[in-house]
C-alpha cells in the first residue's frame, strides 16, 4: 500500500512534533509545507526535502497529499480545515479544534460533508499511566466516584507570550484554560465525564495578555462526584506539576509528574494483572507535550486504512471545547454553567 502523504499547515513550535513523527512512521511521509512566514516554511520544506508554500490555498490546490495538518494559531483551526476538507482532504488539527462551538460545528460539518476524516490531536490522552487509568475506570474498579482533582502549576513567562502576537488573545487563542492546560480539561471530561455543570474563576495576575494566566475550576460529574481544576501559568520558576487524582469507593490513584506521566499512588481494593504495569507506565517524556504525536499518528493510519476508529475525532474534540467554554462563561457570569451549552458567548 502506499504511503499516507500528509502536508502541514503553521512551520511553528508544535510542527516539529508532527515532523519528526512523519519521519519515523511507516506509512507516512510529509509532502508539503506551508507558513505565511516564507522562512519558516522554506526551512521546513529544505529541512525534509519538500515542496513548500506561503499560500495555503496555493499549497492545497497543488501540492500532492491525502491529508493536511493543521498547526496554525488556534482561532485558525476551523477555517484551514474547513479549505482542507473542501479540497478533499482528512485533517488532523491540533487542539484546541477551534475557540468557538460555531468554529468546531463548521469544520465537523464541513468534514462531514465532504466525506473526510477529522482527527484532533489529544495526545496526552496516550500517556501510558492515562491509558491505565482510563481502563480502571472503564472497568469499574473505583466503585462510585467520589471526587477528582486536577491541577496544572506550569511556568509560561512573558517572553513565551511575546513570541507570537496572537498568544493570550481572545480572537486567536484564549488562556490557560483553552491553550497550556486543554489537554487536562479534556482528561477530565474524558475520565469522568459528562459534567453537570461547571463554576470556575480566572485571572490574569502577571502577564500582559488579554486571556487567563489563572483560574480554577469546580465541576459536578453526572455521575455525582465533584471535579476541582487549578491552573496556573505563573508557577516558581520552572513546571511543577500537572496531575490528576481520582477518589473512589474502592480505589484511589494519583498520577502526577509535570504532565500526568508518572503513577504517584495506585491502589484498589480488588487486584488486576493491570497494576503489575504501573510501574512501567511511569516514564518521563521529553517535555510537557509528551510522547504522544507518534503514537497519536499510528491511529490515524489505523484509522485510514479501515482498521479502528479514532482516538480523537472532532466530536470528541468538541465535547472538551464544551467545558473549556462553560469555564469561561461561569468566569465571566460568576454562574454555575449548566452543560451543555446551550448558547455560547464566545
Ligand atoms: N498538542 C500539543 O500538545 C500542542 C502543543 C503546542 C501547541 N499546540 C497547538 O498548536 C497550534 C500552534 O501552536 P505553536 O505553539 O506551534 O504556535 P506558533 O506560533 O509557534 O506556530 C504557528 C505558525 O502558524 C503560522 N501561521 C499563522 N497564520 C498562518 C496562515 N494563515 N497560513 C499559514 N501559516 C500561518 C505562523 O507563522 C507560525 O509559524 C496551536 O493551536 C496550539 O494550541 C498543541
Known amino acids: 500500500m502506499s504511503n ?24 507516512a511521509e510529509l509532502s508539503a509545507v506551508c507558513d505565511i512566514v ?35 494559531p488556534s482561532g485558525l483551526h476551523p477555517q484551514h480545515g474547513v479549505l482542507a476538507a473542501r479540497a478533499g482532504k482528512h485533517v488532523i488539527t491540533e487542539k484546541p479544534m477551534a475557540i468557538s462551538l460555531a468554529g468546531a460545528d463548521a469544520l465537523v460539518q464541513a468534514c462531514d460533508d465532504a466525506g473526510v476524516r477529522l482527527f ?55 488562556g490557560a484554560f483553552m491553550n497550556q492546560a486543554s489537554h487536562y480539561v479534556d482528561l477530565m471530561q474524558w ?9 470556575a474563576k480566572t485571572a490574569t495576575l502577571a502577564r ?43 480505589g484511589t490513584v494519583r498520577v502526577g509528574g509535570t504532565a500526568v506521566n508518572k503513577v504517584e499512588h495506585w491502589q484498589f481494593a480488588d487486584y488486576s494483572d493491570d497494576d503489575k504495569l504501573v510501574e512501567s507506565a511511569s516514564t518521563n517524556p521529553p517535555n510537557v507535550y509528551g510522547f504522544g504525536h507518534e503514537i497519536y499518528y499510528r491511529n490515524v493510519l489505523a484509522v485510514l486504512a479501515g482498521k479502528a476508529q479514532p482516538d480523537t475525532d472532532g466530536r470528541a474534540g468538541r465535547k472538551s471545547l464544551e467545558l473549556i467554554l462553560g469555564i469561561y462563561e461561569s468566569a465571566r457570569t460568576g454562574r454555575d454553567v449548566p452543560l451543555p451549552l446551550v448558547s455560547v458567548a464566545r
Open 38 to 72: 516564507p522562512e519558516r516554511a522554506q526551512a521546513a520544506g529544505d529541512e525534509y526535502g519538500v515542496p513548500w508554500f506561503t499560500s495555503y490555498e496555493e499549497m492545497l490546490r497543488v501540492a500532492a497529499c491525502d491529508a493536511v495538518i493543521i498547526a496554525t
Open 208 to 250: 500582559r495578555i488579554e486571556s487567563e494566566d489563572t483560574g480554577a475550576a469546580l465541576m459536578r460529574f453526572r455521575s455525582g462526584a465533584i471535579g476541582v481544576m487549578e491552573v496556573t501559568m505563573l508557577t516558581y520558576p520552572k513546571n511543577l506539576e500537572g496531575s490528576i487524582t481520582i477518589l473512589g469507593e474502592r
Open 120 to 174: 484532533v490531536v489529544k495526545q496526552n490522552r496516550l500517556n501510558p499511566p492515562m491509558l491505565l487509568l482510563k481502563r480502571a475506570l472503564d472497568q469499574g474498579r473505583f466503585g462510585r466516584i467520589y471526587t477528582a482533582n486536577c491541577t496544572v502549576r506550569w511556568t509560561r513567562p512573558q517572553e513565551y507570550y511575546d513570541q507570537a502576537p496572537w498568544r493570550g488573545t481572545w480572537e486567536f487563542d484564549g
Open 4 to 27: 499516507v502523504r500528509f502536508a502541514l499547515v503553521g512551520c511553528g513550535r508544535i510542527s516539529r512534533n508532527h515532523f519528526e513523527s512523519l519521519v519515523r512512521l511507516e506509512g
Open 191 to 199: 475520565l469522568l465525564g459528562p459534567v453537570e455543570s461547571v463554576m
